[in-house]
């Protein structure tokens, strides 16, 4: 699961070696990962003081186990070893199963910040006291591996699961490695879906009526108003908050982003598909006159799939390329656009036609705020001129008069 | 206490101090405001919502988890500036809140007991509102739960309600959340149209509960937000679903939620101009071109906020066009070399052997 560097020593607390015949079947939930993430950000952000320990709740028959809420846990340390407050503890895990009883939830694991080479001698004083706890001895530990999360690559996540392992009474626990597969339910997935799309980045609430926001720029911070403000101020923006980016901008990063990584994961399996094939021996289908038959050993179905994805790529040609006339030249095809082709171009325009919506939308929604500011100001130019010239009133009023038609237009305009 | 293995030096490169800024509480702030209490001059103070991607999560799941019973559920956070910030939720021994009126009192015990642990776990955020669902009938205060909120905010401000529709929810694939604030007793909102034609789609059944409180409270704008670590994990989990990424037609799959969307902000743009025209009569003054061009501004936010969803959808199509149709002529071409080289070969094999 994560990348064990091969230099280091063996970890004396980790079994290795193969898995017992009955594997055990463990399902981790995203919403456990957001929330052990969650809380070490919470935990080290806010500088609190010990470890990052917590507990998972899930459900268990027989050898499936599944992991679906976690929560923190508060620590107390006993000559040296840190271990769960276990009166807290209790209760804590009594409220938990209070609100999960359909399906009924239950402890299944512990989590903790560890390094990759395993559960540290540091783990286990904690783990001990809670299966004695709880009476349940098949208590797991996720370890959850910080120096791992700048190199994620292709969906590795960086946290191990280790069962534990008591090879006969009164021996030291060791820890064995487990698999596990990421499962979700339909409402978890578009939550998380909802949350990874936005691109929301956490950046602290700005007091709306300073001048950060309004037209200075879009680039707010992540609150996602870019509300023109009646206010005229215009001052610099705070440094930190240039390098933040409005909230659509955001979003799109986030979905562009998700893309790249969907085509790198797409050009990985191309490539491994490529090499594969590649470490075939050669036959007819590379060289015309060789006469040897296929070994024995070619997987044949696989064969046939990577034929038959192949097969199916052509059926993508967009029906007004170039091809390749018979007089040797290339040039357009005469074919009329086809159904996909003519749909396609739909929603292209049906797309930039909310754009232009929403752009002109903007307009006037400036435009009229345009207006009432210069109303405003008009106003206030009317007042000071009929209280500083009480003789010019004539002229003042004959301003007032034309001003007020101006503003009529101006408003006007900004409505219709 | 023995620091090493609890890789606590490595937890340190994993927040980013501002682009987490939310997740930092200060007490002393915290305190300060409930002290000066900015939102008992304007019943309209708050006007934002954040909630984390924990407590999103949560919600929706517990809400789904209840079936067609409602929930109910606490959440906790603070308050900065005219934003509440829902740092996270947690769930109430309770059900079928919407016939009874103090479904909130049964659960009071747990509610103390849950906070007061949190608290000694490190976990200092108040009780900052409460969050219910309403399985299909959408995101709205019934008069009961007017009742349950306009209560909340005499005592326990700052107090905020929030609603989730578990079933809209996973039939439109995002999502569909309120966040809801009373008005005062007294207060009368200047334009009482306005909130009642944002939510047009209740069900009939409910349709009268609806009208008849639609104007005692008013709704404020939802946001999520994520950690920096968050973000990582989440683009490692989906790393799993990459197919389905690529393969996705969201303007497709959304026609009928971007339908209903361009139908809600042209109601409300009908609206805004009816409120204009009533206006534009009389010389402007004071508050009302500001109302005015609040209303505005919520549209242009609908509009644009519409035109960026639509604007990714076509990028999605125009990637799964450039990455597998526009090369597809010349595999089409070195296909059918191919295949053509092998049959020749098939048939001189059949020949010899």
């Known amino acids: 699961m994560a990348g064990k560097s091969a230099s280091s020593p063996p970890n004396p607390l980790v079994i290795t070696g193969k898995a017992p015949d009955t594997p055990l079947n463990v399902q981790l939930h995203p919403l456990a990962l957001l929330t052990i993430s969650d809380y070490i950000t919470r935990h080290t952000l806010r500088s609190q003081q010990g470890p990052v320990v917590g507990a998972i709740i899930g459900e268990q028959s027989g050898r499936d186990f599944t992991l679906e809420h976690a929560f923190e846990c508060k620590l107390e340390e006993h000559h040296g070893d840190v271990l769960v407050d276990s009166g807290w503890f209790t209760e804590r895990l009594e409220q938990y199963r209070d609100v999960h009883k359909a399906p009924p939830l239950d402890l299944v694991a512990m989590f903790a910040l560890g390094p990759v080479e395993g559960p540290q001698e540091v783990h286990l004083p904690m783990l001990k006291q809670v299966q004695q706890l709880t009476g349940n001895d098949s208590i797991m530990l996720l370890l959850f591996h910080g120096e791992l999360v700048d190199q994620l690559q292709g969906g590795k996540l960086p946290i191990t699961l280790y069962e534990s392992v008591q090879e006969q009474e009164g021996t030291q626990l060791r820890f064995r490695e487990l698999s596990f597969e990421v499962e979700t339910g339909e409402a978890e997935m578009i939550g998380v879906d909802t949350v990874a799309k936005a691109g929301s980045t956490a950046v602290a609430v700005q007091k709306a009526d300073t001048a950060q926001g309004g037209e200075s720029s879009k680039k707010g911070a992540g609150k996602g108003k870019g509300k023109a403000k009646d206010k005229d101020t215009k001052t610099d923006e705070d440094g930190d908050l240039a390098g933040v980016l409005s909230p659509e901008d955001d979003e799109l990063i986030a979905s562009l982003t998700a893309k790249t990584n969907a085509i790198r994961m797409l050009n990985q399996r191309i490539n491994l598909i490529r090499s594969y094939l590649n470490t075939m021996p050669s036959s007819y289908l590379t060289d015309a006159s060789s006469t040897t038959p296929p070994p024995d050993t070619t997987n044949h179905s696989l064969l046939r799939s990577v034929n038959s994805l192949l097969s199916r790529v052509p059926l993508l040609a967009p029906q007004t390329a170039t091809v390749v006339l018979p007089n040797g030249h290339e040039g357009q095809s005469q074919q009329p656009p086809s159904g996909i082709h003519a749909a396609g171009e739909k929603e292209r325009q049906d797309v930039h036609l909310t754009s232009l919506l929403a752009a002109l939308s903007r307009s006037v929604a400036e435009a009229q705020s345009m207006g009432s500011k210069f109303q405003i100001l008009t106003r206030e130019k009317d007042n000071k001129a009929r209280n500083t010239y009480g003789s010019g009133g004539g002229r003042g009023g004959g301003r007032g008069f034309a001003d007020e038609g101006l503003m009529g237009d101006v408003s006007g305009s900004g409505v219709s | ?353």
Not at chain 2, 176 to 204: C, L, W
Not at chain 2, 251 to 266: A, C, G, M, P
Not at chain 2, 283 to 295: A, L, Q, R, T
């Open chain 2, 1 to 353: 206490m023995a620091q090493k293995g609890w890789e606590i030096e490595n937890a340190i490169k994993l927040v980013d101090p501002t682009r987490d800024a939310l997740y930092n509480y200060d007490a002393d702030k915290v305190k300060k405001i409930a002290n000066e209490r900015p939102w008992r001059a304007d019943p309209n103070h708050f006007k934002y919502v954040r909630i984390s991607a924990v407590a999103l999560v949560k919600m929706v799941m517990h809400a789904r988890s209840g079936g067609e019973l409602e929930i109910m559920g606490l959440m906790i956070g603070y308050v900065e500036h005219e934003t509440f910030i829902v740092t996270d939720a947690m769930r109430l021994p309770v059900e079928g809140t919407e016939t009874r009126v103090n479904a909130a009192d049964e659960a009071n015990e747990y509610m103390v007991a849950f906070l007061e642990r949190s608290r000694q776990a490190g976990q200092m955020e108040n009780a900052v509102g409460w969050y219910h669902s309403h399985p299909g009938y959408g995101c709205w205060l019934s008069g009961i739960d007017v009742g349950t909120q306009e209560m909340q905010q005499m005592a326990n401000e700052p107090f905020l309600a929030v609603v989730i529709d578990p079933h809209r929810t996973i039939s439109a694939g995002k999502v569909e959340i309120g966040a809801f604030r009373t008005y005062p007793a007294n207060h009368k909102p200047e334009d009482s149209g306005s909130s009642a034609q944002g939510m047009a789609a209740v069900p009939m059944a409910k349709a009268a509960d609806f009208g008849a409180h639609a104007n005692r409270y008013y709704s404020l704008e939802v946001s999520h937000y994520k950690s920096t670590l968050d973000a990582k994990l989440l683009e490692a989990l989906w790393n799993k679903y990459w197919v389905q990424t690529l393969s996705s037609s969201p303007l497709f799959t959304n026609r009928e939620y971007v339908t209903k969307q361009i139908e809600d902000v042209v109601a409300k743009t009908a609206l805004v101009h009816d409120s204009m025209k009533k206006n534009s009569g009389l010389p402007p003054m004071g508050p009302k071109p500001k109302v005015g061009n609040d209303e505005l501004a919520k549209v242009v936010k609908a509009a644009e906020k519409i035109a960026s969803e639509e604007k990714m959808g076509l990028m999605a199509a125009m990637v799964k066009e450039k990455v597998f149709a526009a090369a597809a002529p010349q595999v089409d071409q070195a296909a059918h070399a191919v295949a053509t080289n092998g049959g020749d070969t098939q048939m001189a094999d059949v020949k010899a052997g």
